[in-house]
């Protein structure tokens, strides 16, 4: 069963950047899409950003376009956050799907479309 854990998180200025990390194990990562999501303050968990099994397919929201980048390095998933602002504060998820398929290029930003969730890390965007 995929195991993920987020890491990375914290406080940062506006217009500064993180790196989150997402650790996947307990499963064969080809068959998984892996894609970010946050939750702002008081609002619904929205997606950010997907990576396609076979990695070659990625999505973003239209709020992460030109900022953020995800990217894998073997066994974890990372998501680049750059210029950022208040309203990225958030609590950041990564999530796993399988509907996709094996070595697929294809992933969606959906989170009905994704049963493996990690416990979050929080993104706090303050001066």
């Known amino acids: 069963q995929l195991r993920l854990v987020e890491s990375g998180g914290g406080l940062v200025q506006p217009g500064g950047s993180l790196r989150l990390s997402c650790a996947a194990s307990g499963d064969n990562l080809d068959y998984y899409a892996i894609a970010w999501f946050r939750r702002p303050p008081g609002k619904e968990r929205e997606g950010v950003s997907c990576i396609s099994s076979r990695g070659g397919g990625t999505a973003y929201s239209n709020s992460a376009k030109g900022r953020f980048a995800i990217s894998r390095v073997n066994d974890i998933f990372y998501l680049d956050l750059n210029n950022l602002t208040r309203e990225d504060t958030a609590v950041y998820f990564c999530?796993?799907?399988?509907?996709?398929?094996?070595?697929?290029?294809?992933?969606?930003?959906?989170?009905?479309?994704?049963?493996?969730w990690g416990q979050g890390t929080q993104v706090s965007v303050a001066v």
């Open positions: 999530a796993g799907s399988r509907k996709y398929g094996y070595g697929s290029s294809a992933c969606a930003i959906s989170r009905y479309d994704y049963n493996r």
